[in-house]
């Protein structure tokens, strides 16, 4: 089992410019999360989603949009991206039971420049 | 919400000494989930353990450990015989029992076992 992929592993970005981290999973998880980990803050919680076509905003969600239509992918749309957004990425996954651990992709390090 | 608070900004121990990383926590949930995960210099998050609010008994995986004080809102981790590949961030988080919320994250303590 590939767990949950991320992909690109590294991008740096213009202010202004727009793109696409993409996440994968294929344990049939239900439940789906976008983070941010900002040097010395922990992980934020950006986007998730419980399931296709249902998203919802977590605690940092300004500048960020998510879609789900299939259970296996969770893209996170970064429009007009700006320096702030500098940030390292991750998607993560969890069966729908409360007690279920999150499975981590390796993390998405973007910078804005 | 939740809150987390990890204290301890940097660790540095000895190999095979013993370490305890602290955690508390702020919720007005009385069922949850709290979890500790490490985060090695590769960035992978790799879950170390993790604890039901509503058993008592302290969870317990090889060299990990927690102590669980429910009422003082702790969650802390021992490490016993600590090792070179230990060092790493880890990371105390917080779940409530119901619904699809997230981990809530405390900043993170980062840990050095010294050779």
């Known amino acids: 089992n590939a767990g949950v992929t991320q992909t690109p592993k590294f991008r740096i970005l213009k202010i202004g410019q727009s793109m696409t981290l993409q996440c994968a999973q294929d344990?049939?998880?239900?439940?789906m999360y976008w983070y941010r980990q900002d040097p010395g803050m922990g992980l934020k919680l950006i986007y998730y989603?419980?399931?296709?076509?249902?998203?919802d905003k977590g605690e940092v969600p300004n500048g960020y949009n998510v879609s789900r239509s299939t259970t296996e992918d969770f893209p996170l749309r970064l429009e007009l991206a700006a320096p702030s957004q500098t940030s390292v990425y991750f998607c993560?996954?969890?069966?729908?039971?409360?007690?279920?651990?999150?499975?981590f992709g390796n993390g998405t390090r973007l910078t804005v420049t | 919400a939740q809150t987390v608070t990890q204290s301890q900004p940097e660790m540095s121990v000895q190999e095979a000494e013993t370490v305890t990383l602290s955690c508390t926590y702020d919720?007005?949930?009385?069922?949850?989930?709290l979890f500790w995960y490490k985060q090695p210099p590769s960035r992978q998050m790799i879950l170390v353990i993790r604890?039901?609010?509503?058993?008592?008994q302290n969870a317990t995986e090889n060299r990990f450990s927690v102590n669980f004080q429910k009422a003082a809102k702790s969650f802390s981790l021992k490490i016993s015989d600590s090792q070179l590949g230990d060092t790493a961030m880890y990371f105390c988080?917080?779940?409530?029992?119901?619904?699809?919320?997230?981990?809530?994250f405390g900043k993170g303590t980062h840990l050095i076992i010294q050779p």
């Open positions: 993560a996954s969890s069966q729908d039971r409360a007690n279920s651990p999150l499975h």
């Open positions: 344990m049939n998880h239900n439940y």
């Open positions: 989603s419980v399931g296709a076509g249902i998203t």
């Open positions: 919720t007005s949930e009385n069922n949850y989930y």
């Open positions: 604890q039901e609010a509503y058993k008592q």
């Open positions: 988080a917080f779940k409530p029992g119901g619904g699809a919320d997230g981990l809530t």
